[in-house]
Protein backbone atom coordinates (compact mmCIF):
# COMPACT_ATOMS: atom_id res chain seq x y z
CA UNK A 1 0.00 0.00 0.00
CA UNK A 2 0.96 3.47 -1.04
CA UNK A 3 0.01 6.46 1.27
CA UNK A 4 0.49 9.89 -0.84
CA UNK A 5 0.36 13.25 0.60
CA UNK A 6 0.02 16.09 -1.33
CA UNK A 7 1.38 20.17 0.26
CA UNK A 8 2.18 23.77 -1.73
CA UNK A 9 -0.92 24.69 -2.86
CA UNK A 10 -2.49 27.92 -2.16
CA UNK A 11 -3.59 31.12 -3.02
CA UNK A 12 -1.19 32.82 -6.24
CA UNK A 13 -1.89 35.69 -8.48
CA UNK A 14 -2.03 35.14 -12.56
CA UNK A 15 1.30 35.29 -13.50
CA UNK A 16 3.05 33.75 -10.28
CA UNK A 17 4.13 30.18 -9.20
CA UNK A 18 3.40 27.57 -6.95
CA UNK A 19 5.61 24.42 -6.22
CA UNK A 20 3.72 21.35 -5.20
CA UNK A 21 5.43 18.49 -3.38
CA UNK A 22 3.49 14.70 -3.21
CA UNK A 23 5.06 12.54 -0.07
CA UNK A 24 4.63 8.81 0.09
CA UNK A 25 4.77 6.51 2.75
CA UNK A 26 4.34 2.80 3.27
CA UNK A 27 6.65 1.61 -0.33
CA UNK A 28 9.14 3.59 -2.24
CA UNK A 29 8.11 5.48 -5.34
CA UNK A 30 11.24 4.50 -7.01
CA UNK A 31 9.04 1.65 -8.85
CA UNK A 32 6.03 3.89 -9.81
CA UNK A 33 5.40 6.24 -11.91
CA UNK A 34 3.52 9.36 -10.95
CA UNK A 35 1.13 11.91 -11.72
CA UNK A 36 -0.44 14.91 -11.73
CA UNK A 37 -4.21 15.34 -12.14
CA UNK A 38 -6.43 18.06 -11.21
CA UNK A 39 -10.27 18.91 -10.76
CA UNK A 40 -11.56 22.15 -10.92
CA UNK A 41 -15.60 22.70 -9.56
CA UNK A 42 -18.00 21.19 -11.50
CA UNK A 43 -15.61 19.39 -14.12
CA UNK A 44 -13.56 16.17 -14.50
CA UNK A 45 -10.69 15.22 -13.34
CA UNK A 46 -7.80 15.58 -16.09
CA UNK A 47 -4.41 15.05 -16.50
CA UNK A 48 -2.33 17.19 -15.73
CA UNK A 49 1.95 15.95 -15.96
CA UNK A 50 3.52 12.21 -15.67
CA UNK A 51 6.87 11.25 -14.54
CA UNK A 52 8.41 7.90 -15.62
CA UNK A 53 10.01 5.75 -12.35
CA UNK A 54 13.25 6.56 -13.69
CA UNK A 55 12.69 10.62 -14.12
CA UNK A 56 13.95 9.93 -17.73
CA UNK A 57 10.38 10.20 -19.31
CA UNK A 58 7.94 13.15 -18.80
CA UNK A 59 4.67 14.03 -20.39
CA UNK A 60 2.20 16.91 -19.83
CA UNK A 61 -1.09 18.30 -20.96
CA UNK A 62 -1.15 20.97 -23.96
CA UNK A 63 -2.14 23.66 -21.54
CA UNK A 64 1.32 23.26 -19.23
CA UNK A 65 3.52 22.90 -21.79
CA UNK A 66 6.16 25.56 -20.91
CA UNK A 67 5.06 26.29 -17.40
CA UNK A 68 4.84 23.53 -15.20
CA UNK A 69 7.88 21.13 -14.15
CA UNK A 70 7.30 17.69 -13.11
CA UNK A 71 10.13 16.31 -11.09
CA UNK A 72 10.96 13.43 -8.35
CA UNK A 73 13.79 12.50 -6.03
CA UNK A 74 13.53 8.93 -5.67
CA UNK A 75 16.14 9.09 -2.83
CA UNK A 76 13.16 11.35 -0.69
CA UNK A 77 10.40 9.24 -1.83
CA UNK A 78 9.40 12.84 -3.29
CA UNK A 79 7.49 14.15 -6.55
CA UNK A 80 7.25 17.88 -7.18
CA UNK A 81 5.29 19.96 -9.84
CA UNK A 82 6.75 23.20 -10.55
CA UNK A 83 3.62 25.75 -11.31
CA UNK A 84 5.21 28.96 -13.14
CA UNK A 85 3.02 31.43 -15.40
CA UNK A 86 -0.43 31.01 -13.58
CA UNK A 87 -3.07 31.12 -14.90
CA UNK A 88 -6.91 31.43 -13.36
CA UNK A 89 -7.85 28.06 -15.60
CA UNK A 90 -5.00 26.92 -13.28
CA UNK A 91 -7.12 26.68 -10.18
CA UNK A 92 -8.34 23.17 -9.41
CA UNK A 93 -7.69 20.88 -6.76
CA UNK A 94 -4.55 18.98 -7.55
CA UNK A 95 -3.93 15.49 -7.09
CA UNK A 96 -1.11 13.30 -6.88
CA UNK A 97 -1.14 9.63 -8.29
CA UNK A 98 0.99 6.26 -8.42
CA UNK A 99 0.97 3.90 -11.43
CA UNK A 100 2.79 0.80 -11.26
CA UNK A 101 3.61 -0.35 -14.87
CA UNK A 102 4.61 2.94 -17.38
CA UNK A 103 3.67 6.28 -17.75
CA UNK A 104 -0.77 6.78 -17.80
CA UNK A 105 -2.66 9.83 -18.50
CA UNK A 106 -5.95 8.64 -17.49
CA UNK A 107 -6.98 8.82 -13.86
CA UNK A 108 -8.16 4.64 -14.26
CA UNK A 109 -4.74 4.13 -15.02
CA UNK A 110 -3.50 5.03 -11.67
CA UNK A 111 -3.35 2.54 -8.38
CA UNK A 112 -3.31 5.14 -5.72
CA UNK A 113 -3.65 8.85 -4.87
CA UNK A 114 -3.32 11.57 -2.66
CA UNK A 115 -6.13 13.48 -0.96
CA UNK A 116 -5.67 16.67 -3.35
CA UNK A 117 -4.44 20.44 -2.39
CA UNK A 118 -6.16 23.68 -3.45
CA UNK A 119 -4.67 25.85 -6.29
CA UNK A 120 -6.27 29.12 -6.36
CA UNK A 121 -5.28 31.52 -9.11
CA UNK A 122 -6.48 34.93 -9.39
CA UNK A 123 -6.25 37.41 -12.03
Known amino acids: QVQLIESGGGLAQAGGSLRLSCAAS????????MGWFRQAPGKEREFVAV????????SYVDSAKGRFTISRDNAKNTVSLQMNSLKPEDTAVYYC????????????????WGQGTQVTVSS
Open 97 to 112: AARRNGLGWKSIDYDY
Open 26 to 33: GRTLSSYA
Open 51 to 58: ISSSGRAT
